[in-house]
């Protein structure tokens, strides 16, 4: 069970680390310092007060705005047509 430090949650929140402290106690979690570790389990409980339950929702974001190419259609072409080929035409010299 891998374990994360409160200091890095907080750091991972954007959070102050007294801030977290006194959300982590008031939730009920007994915590000493900012050195204490959290298990999987708690981390993903506060979060979740925090913040409130996430949803598997994709969330879509834009690197840098849309290149959008306009093409003229072009008009349809009617198919060629099979040439019927007659008797060659000699021309005298």
Known sequence: MVKIRIYELARELNMNNKT??????????SVGNHMSSLDNQTVAMVKANLFGTKTDAVEITRVKPTVIRRRKKSAKKEPVSAIEITEPVLHPE
């Open 20 to 29: 977290l402290l006194e959300k982590l106690k008031s939730m009920g979690i």
